[in-house]
């Protein structure tokens, strides 16, 4: 029987299966953050049980951490309790914890990989909606309730559905400004929101297989953004390379027979899938979205389609934003630029914004938060002379966290303004009561910065 990478991981982890329902399945990792753990621990507590396997589990503080003064106490009090909870709670069930000024802390998706925690063939947990960024080195992984994060301390395992498969090719060789997030926007914004409701997805293809592991992240970090459970891609070369040596991944003999393993997980030729998709590499333009969730998204120097004034939820979200069908965004002024989070937080995304920016000068109109995603991108940016390219350029750069892509600590953008985000959702509100959130990739994000409106990167001339 010809079988799906998704096929063969899932088929490895489950322990017991119940006839046309559910499967019990094993979690191989665990993560855990502030916001999502506390009422897991209290349910623990409550039922008079202790953390099953806590060396599977492995902490760290991101979503309600400020991303200046990070040596003082954290000021707001709904922000500094869950994370004081969270050093509590790892310390009395022995589970590892990255905390605020640790050389290992950061974004919980960002931190993972480059540990060498996330390595492939894996089931990955967080209770956090885009833990499918582990997803980009062959692992079964997604987000889960508070409910579900104590089903995991408690037994390392959840009960699960298996989904439908989609197979999501991209061919072809991408045009100079056009990055892995432009992909994703791209098909995003020709499936829609709801297309993969139901369903994993697989991308593949040689445009797929020609990206870093930076920006496979950024693809599957993303693939929830239309509907779906997760997205995943098989290991390669790249994958090996970039594990190799990181502090949690296999050594010697270990890592030997890891690779070897790692090598089995592809799909079979003739594997069949419920839904499959291909796009053209050079279809692709740079991205920027217009709306109020991710499918609304255009070529940067596109227009807004004109037939959307038939379409009542999509005039409520113009008209949020302060648009109107038939409109270009390009030329339009921006007051924010936000360069960060788990999906674009990364050492190559600062080095695509730095190459963009370097000898010039951002706008005096543009307020930039540049907010590495862990310490170690914080300090691969210094090493790298990155941080002094940016300073040059008249750009600060903040300390890690997720910062304002979800604005539940004090990075927000203020009612009204409209802001470049590298963040991966644009939602009402999601940046800030009132915030206008424009999705784009760093090449984008960075034009914008300079030139304080909406740009087309490709104008500018730049070497990446």
């Not at 543009?366 to 995603?373: D, K």
């Amino acid at each position: 029987m010809k079988r799906t990478i998704f096929d063969k991981i899932w088929d490895a982890h489950v322990i017991k299966g119940i006839t046309e329902g559910p499967s019990v399945l094993y979690i191989d990792r665990h993560y855990i953050h502030e916001v999502t753990s506390p009422q897991a621990f209290t349910g623990l507590e409550k039922r008079g049980l202790e953390v099953f396997r806590p060396n599977q589990t492995f902490a760290t503080c991101d979503h309600n951490v400020p991303t200046i003064n990070q040596h003082l106490p954290i000021s707001d009090q709904s922000s500094r309790l869950p994370v004081e909870k969270l050093a509590e709670n790892t310390k009395k069930h022995r589970i590892t914890y990255f905390p605020l000024g640790d050389k290992r802390n950061g974004v919980v998706h960002i931190i993972g990989p480059e540990l060498g925690l996330t390595t492939c063939g894996m089931t990955i947990v967080c209770g956090d909606s885009h833990t499918s960024t582990h997803g980009a080195f062959g692992n079964i992984a997604f987000g889960v309730g508070t409910s579900e994060v104590e089903m995991v301390l408690a037994t390392q395992t959840l009960l699960q559905t298996k989904p439908r498969q989609m197979l999501i090719k991209v061919d072809g060789e991408l045009g100079k400004g056009v990055c892995a997030k432009d992909i994703i926007l791209y098909i995003i914004s020709n499936l829609g929101t709801s297309a993969g409701t139901g369903y994993f997805l697989e991308f593949a293809g040689s445009t797929i297989a020609s990206l870093s592991m930076e920006e496979r992240m950024t693809i599957c970090n993303m693939s929830i953004e239309m509907g779906a459970k997760g997205g995943l891609i098989a290991p390669d070369q790249i994958t090996f390379n970039y594990l190799k040596d990181r502090d949690y991944s296999p050594k010697g003999e270990a890592w030997e027979e890891s690779v070897k393993y790692w090598e089995t997980l592809k799909s079979d030729v003739g594997a069949i899938y419920d839904a499959v998709y291909q796009f053209s590499a050079e279809e692709i333009n740079p991205m920027i979205t217009y709306g109020t969730n991710p499918g609304m998204g255009i070529s940067v120097t596109g227009s807004i389609a004109d037939n959307l004034k038939d379409n009542p939820s999509s005039m409520k979200a113009l008209e949020y934003m302060g648009f109107a069908p038939g409109e270009k965004l390009i030329g339009k002024r921006i007051d924010y630029v936000f360069l960060g989070s788990c999906t674009n937080g990364r050492i190559e995304d600062f080095r695509a914004f730095a190459s963009i920016v370097k000898g010039r000068r951002k706008h005096p109109g543009v307020i930039a938060w540049l907010v590495p995603g862990s310490k170690q991108v914080e300090c691969q940016l210094e090493e790298e002379g990155i941080g002094d390219v940016l300073r040059k350029a008249g750009f600060e750069i903040r300390q890690p966290g997720c910062s304002a892509c979800l604005a539940m600590n004090d990075d927000k953008i203020p009612s009204g303004k409209y802001c470049v985000s590298t963040s991966n959702r644009n939602f009402e509100g999601r940046q800030g009561p009132g915030a206008r959130t424009l999705l784009a990739g760093p090449i984008v994000a960075a034009a914008a910065a300079i030139n304080g409106v909406i740009t087309d990167p490709r104008e500018l001339s730049y070497e990446f």
